[in-house]
């Protein structure tokens, strides 16, 4: 880290030890987002990291972004993946966006006073997007969308949309996407999911009858929807890499904090080669998570986004996290397993970073998707 990094993520800790830590156990039980958390890290400037400042946002690097990300998800994965998705929804609508959607959209998202979300996956279609049933029927002035869209983070606490829907034939070509409002009328929020981990949040299904999007909301051109989204995807993969290394570095900063101080046999846990050769191993993992992470950065940082590199990121770190949590749990042995330490939080949090952004089988089909097209060209 530079020093500006350094100081960056040090005031980020004071913020979130103070305002998110505090009410982490709580409302992981009960399942309870807190909009006023998200709107003081949008004070704080980490709602639009990467944007421009003529949108509002703070102009840093993705290098930046992602040592953000982990350190929001030291304290809370869920409040991190908030961020990464609403600022995956700000880059799409600069990416992809005109002017008028771009100034009309984008400052409430960079200043953290909405919520940003994206809707790709349906019941039939998750790994094969590209097969999906909304459909964008054509109407004067604008579509009318139907259809329902499973699994949306933030579905019912953001208020603009990416949505994917079929205005053409099958496949990805026939896709477009549309900027959605929440209040449009004729859309909807169906039922809230009951999830093993990233409880406070909100999993929905947003329902679409007949809801009209004008012409003005359609990104780019119609057809384009696909190229839209897998345009959002290598950075958002990238950012669930990051929020994979604050987690597995939390749960591991309290393995050894546990392990240094919890007495058996006379002496600290910490003693015991066993638990040393596991501690060893958590933290080369993580770090080795970290080091892929901020390379795949630099390719974006660098305008020469390497694909590949940004799916061994999101592969690495997210198995690492759910690998190094579950360790965690093993090293504080049974109250590890109980609500009193926060690491079995951290495993349940790490498991769905190894399912979101593309699970991490597609990962691996992509990554060998790279390898073929090199070794074909060089062959
Ligand atoms: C908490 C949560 C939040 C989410 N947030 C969002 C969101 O904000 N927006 C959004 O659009 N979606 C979201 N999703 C959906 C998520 O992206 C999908 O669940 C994911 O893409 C997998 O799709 P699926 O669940 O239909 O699994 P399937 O595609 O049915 O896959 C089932 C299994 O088959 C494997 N598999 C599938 N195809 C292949 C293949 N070709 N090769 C090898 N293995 C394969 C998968 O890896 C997986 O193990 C979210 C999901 C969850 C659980």
Known sequence: MNDFQKELVAALRKFCRENIEPHME??????????E??????????????????????????SDYCLILEEIAKYSVPYAVTVSVSGMVQTIIKEFGNKKQQEKFLPKLTSGEEIGAFALSESHSGSDAASLKTTARKTEGGYLLNGTKMWITSGGIAKTYIVMARTGGEGAKGVSAFIVRDGDKGFTFGKAEK????????????????????????????GKGFSVAMGGLDRGRVAIAAIGVGCAQRALD??????????????????????????????????ASRLLVQAAARSIDNDATDSKLCSMAK??????????TTDAVQVLGGVGYTSEYPVERFMR???????????NQIQRVVIARHLRKENEQHA
Not at 26 to 35: P, Q, S, T
Request: glycine fraction near 10%; include cysteine.
């Open 26 to 35: 709580h409302d992981d039980h009960e399942g309870k987002f807190r909009m």
């Open 315 to 324: 592969l690495k770190a997210t198995d690492t996290a759910m690998a190094v």
């Open 254 to 287: 309290e393995s050894i904090k546990y392990a240094l101080t919890r007495q058996q046999f006379k002496q600290p846990i910490f003693n015991f080669q066993g638990l040393q050769f596991m501690l060893s191993d958590m933290a080369t993992e993580t770090e």
């Open 195 to 222: 999830k093993m981990g990233w409880k406070t949040s909100p999993t929905r299904e947003l329902v679409f009858e007949n809801c009209f999007v004008p012409d003005e909301n359609l990104l780019l051109a119609e």
């Open 349 to 359: 949090d790490a498991k769905v970073l190894q399912i979101v952004e593309g699970t």
């Open 37 to 62: 958390i998200f709107q003081g890290l949008g004070e704080y400037g980490v709602a639009g990291v990467t944007l421009p400042t003529e949108f509002g946002g703070a102009g840093l690097t993705y």
